[in-house]
């Protein structure tokens, strides 16, 4: 499982609460990557991160923040969350150096806005 | 915007038929092509990956084929096999960054 884990696993929050995704990794990745994924979607990225306090912005980022204050987590915040935002979230990883690296994903993340 | 293509969006098969998913990709910078098998419940699991300087890698069952120059690349699974039943995602990586495509499934008839 490359180390990584997700919590909590299962969440239901009521629209406009904020909502907190904690990504763990026990290895010292250098990048760190949040996803969703939606039916006919695939996964699509949010932000990600390529050190501590640099992170950059995916393809779907708007109502997203996120914070690495250390190596190992990488948070994912709604900062007022909406229905919109019901989705499976992953978080993943890049192992390797240079041109030889690959992606390995945590174990996901249901959350529903009710 | 980058972004990557993948047909068919579902496959049925006879088990020991073989199985065939394209994508395609836009942006040219991207060197590195994953393939993630996805169970229902579960985690994307890294199946097999090629790299620009490749045009074919196979691993037992299941092979890859790129080619750079029509910005295709193409996973086949051969003899077919009721547990390779999943959604598959490819994937197009230029420098630590991934697009994926939108998946297929496959099922494999029994």
């Known amino acids: 499982d490359a180390g990584i884990t997700q919590s909590p696993r299962h969440k239901v929050t009521e629209t406009g609460t904020p909502v907190t995704l904690r990504c763990h990794q026990t290895?010292?990745?250098?990048?760190m990557y949040w996803y969703r994924q939606d039916p006919g979607h695939g996964l699509r990225l949010i932000h990600y991160?390529?050190?501590?306090?640099?992170?950059d912005k995916g393809e779907v980022s708007d109502g997203y923040s996120v914070s690495r204050s250390k190596t190992e987590d990488f948070l994912l915040t709604l900062e007022s969350a909406t229905s919109s935002q019901t989705s499976v979230y992953f978080c993943a990883i890049s192992v390797g150096l240079g041109q030889d690296y690959e992606q390995y994903f945590g174990p996901g993340t249901r959350l529903t806005v009710t | 915007g980058e972004n990557v293509e993948q047909h068919p969006s579902t496959l049925s098969v006879q088990e020991g038929d073989s199985a065939v998913i394209k994508c395609t990709y836009s942006?040219?910078?991207?060197?590195?092509f994953p393939w993630y098998k996805q169970e229902l419940g579960k985690r994307p699991q890294l199946i097999i990956d090629i790299r620009s300087n490749v045009g074919e890698k196979k691993d037992q069952r299941i092979a890859v084929t790129l080619n750079k120059t029509a910005k295709h690349f193409s996973l086949h699974i051969t003899e077919t096999q009721p547990e390779d039943s999943a959604v598959y995602f490819c994937a197009a990586s230029g420098t630590y960054k991934y697009i994926f495509g939108t998946g297929t499934r496959l099922k494999v008839l029994a």
């Open positions: 290895e010292n990745h250098r990048y």
């Open positions: 942006d040219s910078a991207s060197n590195y």
């Open positions: 991160s390529y050190g501590v306090k640099d992170t």
